[in-house]
């Protein structure tokens, strides 16, 4: 279970203070699909940072499994992103000069895997989201929705138990759009933790968890058991 306690963010910028998140406190259980909504500005990416371990909170704490993310030495934090946890970021944040390949390989390095084993295990993502064919183009050479998938990829390569993905179809037509959430549904079926934002609704209908936040607080909370006639998360905010 993921848990975030009363989580505070503030940005200073200068004299001028911004305050992303005021007391977000929130749990996600075990192979769980969460949705965070809310309007732009709401916190969520700040929210999904500090979640997954790439961002600190100004106070508050998140635990996972009940140990203190906050508690955890630099060589702890980087295990939990690297292996345990997977991001796929709102700009894809891919490498322009590296191939789908080696950028999908590039966590497999961090970790410090054998090169043939990097590669083989690259290629099998690559053939999960259906870029066997583009293994070996750049990020320029593809499609929005290619690089998302490529993204995907990337964070699924070395088989992390809960994936976070920031607005995972926000740049894409409905078609890719629902390539990537039936990538996400199959995942979530073998058992992987979910923790998603996005303006989806076919995505928030898939949610076991939804949470909306607006001006750095969360608005709505609600676990449910998902149905087949679920048009969209009741917890969304208006
Ligand atoms: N690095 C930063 N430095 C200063 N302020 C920041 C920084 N990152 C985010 N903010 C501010 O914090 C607030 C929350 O930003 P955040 O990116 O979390 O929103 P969001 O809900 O993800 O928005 P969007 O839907 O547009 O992606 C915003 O007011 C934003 O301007
Ligand atoms: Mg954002």
């Known amino acids: 279970m993921l848990a975030a306690k009363d989580v505070h963010k503030t940005y200073f910028l200068g004299k001028v203070q911004v305050y992303a998140l005021r007391g977000v406190t929130l749990t996600v259980p075990e192979r769980s699909f969460a949705v965070i909504e809310g309007p732009s500005g709401s916190g969520k990416s700040?929210?999904?940072?500090?979640?997954?371990?790439?961002?600190?909170?100004?106070a508050g704490d998140v635990?996972?499994?009940g140990a203190s993310l906050g508690q955890l030495d630099r060589v702890g934090r980087?295990?939990?992103?690297?292996?345990?946890?997977?991001?796929?970021f709102q700009k894809f944040n891919l490498i322009g000069n590296l191939s789908a390949q080696e950028n999908v390989e590039l966590p497999m390095a961090l970790q410090g895997a054998p090169v043939l084993d990097r590669r083989a295990r690259a290629l099998k993502a690559l053939e999960r989201v259906g870029l066997t064919d583009r293994a070996r183009h750049r990020p320029g050479e593809m499609s929005g929705g290619e690089q998302q998938r490529v993204a995907i990829a990337r964070?699924?390569?070395n088989d992390p138990e809960v994936i976070f993905a920031d607005e995972p179809t926000g740049n894409l037509d409905t078609k890719t759009g629902r390539q990537i959430l039936d990538l996400l549904r199959g995942l979530n079926a073998e058992g992987k933790t979910l923790v998603v934002v996005t303006h989806n609704p076919e995505i928030a209908a898939l949610a076991s968890v939804c949470i909306g936040l607006q001006d750095g607080k969360v608005v709505k909370e609600r676990s449910q058991e998902v149905t087949s006639d679920e048009q969209s998360c009741p917890a969304r905010v208006a």
């Open 78 to 88: 980087a295990r939990l992103r690297g292996k345990t946890f997977g991001f796929v």
């Open 46 to 58: 700040t929210l999904l940072h500090i979640l997954s371990c790439l961002d600190r909170p100004t």
């Open 63 to 65: 635990e996972f499994r």
């Open 155 to 157: 964070a699924l390569v």
